[in-house]
């Protein structure tokens, strides 16, 4: 309660307005990811409407106090080298018949690259779960959810959503967004 009027009291002061609707369950993938403060964006959609997610964020953020911090917003520590151990655990957590939101940032970086991670698709799958597109947009002062799908055989098609939803949202750096691809869309993932 205290959080979610936190985050209703942060998005009215900043002027920004919310859009779509909280998903009861599913992966979100948070776009564009072009800075730092992307992570207390992402906190503050999810709250603002009472829900509390879980994060995928680097392991190396999680030393010292900030590790503490992290964990108790929701926080995942991923080792990007043995990502597989971090996804098995959150397919078994999403099981237990409990709402489940994890939000990923599927870029992987605050920087611009040439391609997204593919672990959204393949999380989704193997819970069963469906993806929803989350964004923080601030030249148009919205922040929201927008379209909800599970994902299909045609990797193609479904990046074609996903790039269509994030064509114009900018994020904070909009010169650090990735363009919504995965590096072979045909067999990914």
Do not use: C
Not at 138 to 145: A, D, I, L
């Amino acid at each position: 309660m205290i959080r979610q009027r936190l985050a209703r009291f942060i998005v009215r002061r900043a002027g920004y307005e919310m859009v779509g609707e909280v998903p009861e369950t599913g992966i979100l993938v948070g776009a564009p990811h072009t800075s730092n403060w992307d992570f207390v964006t992402m906190l503050l959609v999810m709250w603002h409407d009472g829900a509390h997610p879980r994060v995928l964020v680097k392991k190396q953020l999680f030393r010292g106090p900030l590790g503490w911090l992290l964990r108790r917003f929701g926080g995942v520590p991923l080792d990007r080298d043995n990502a597989a151990g971090v996804v098995g655990e959150l397919v078994e957590e999403s099981r237990n018949g409990e709402p489940f939101r994890l939000i990923i940032a599927a870029e992987g970086t605050r920087t611009k690259g040439d391609y997204w991670k593919s672990g959204f698709l393949r999380i989704s799958r193997d819970t069963g779960l469906p993806i929803t597109l989350a964004f923080f947009d601030p030249p148009t002062k919205t922040m929201g959810f927008g379209p909800t799908f599970h994902p299909s055989d045609d990797v193609k098609a479904d990046m074609d959503l996903v790039r269509a939803f994030f064509a114009d949202k900018h994020g904070i750096k909009p010169a650090n967004a990735t363009e919504p691809r995965l590096r072979d869309e045909t067999s990914a993932p």
